[in-house]
Nanobody, 119 residues
Framework: QVQLVESGGGLVQPGGSLRLSCASS????????MGWYRQAPGKERELVAT???????NYGDFVKGRSAIARDHAKNTVYLQINNLKHEDTAVYLC?????????????WGRGPQVTITS
């Protein structure tokens, strides 16, 4: 069973930065995509950033230009950096890994650290 363990998050001031880490219990080479989603109270889950197995990245419009997703295969870890944080970035940030092999596609999720932007 794949486990995704996130770290980082917490309280951050507006204009500050955060770096989230997502460590996989399995080699990240097995995943077609890894990434981050977020969910704020009363809102739908939305894509923050993803990175495909080939290295291409995709970002939500609200973080374009101030975010970066990266991975370290040796550590089986994916990172998310967001700069110039805003109050509306407050949410639970969920790590995701998507796998589509010979069998049915599977999504794996972390528990998600809470990120709160507050003065």
């Amino acid at each position: 069973q794949v486990q995704l363990v996130e770290s980082g998050g917490g309280l951050v001031q507006p204009g500050g930065s955060l770096r989230l880490s997502c460590a996989s219990s399995e080699s990240i080479f097995r995943f077609n995509n890894m990434g981050w989603y977020r969910q704020a109270p009363g809102k739908e889950r939305e894509l923050v950033a993803t990175i495909a197995s080939g290295g291409s990245t995709n970002y939500g419009d609200f973080v374009k230009g101030r975010s970066a997703i990266a991975r370290d295969h040796a550590k089986n870890t994916v990172y998310l950096q967001i700069n110039n944080l805003k109050h509306e970035d407050t949410a639970v940030y969920l790590c995701n890994a998507y796998e589509k092999g010979c069998g049915p596609a599977r999504d794996y999720w972390g528990r998600g650290p809470q990120v709160t932007i507050t003065s």
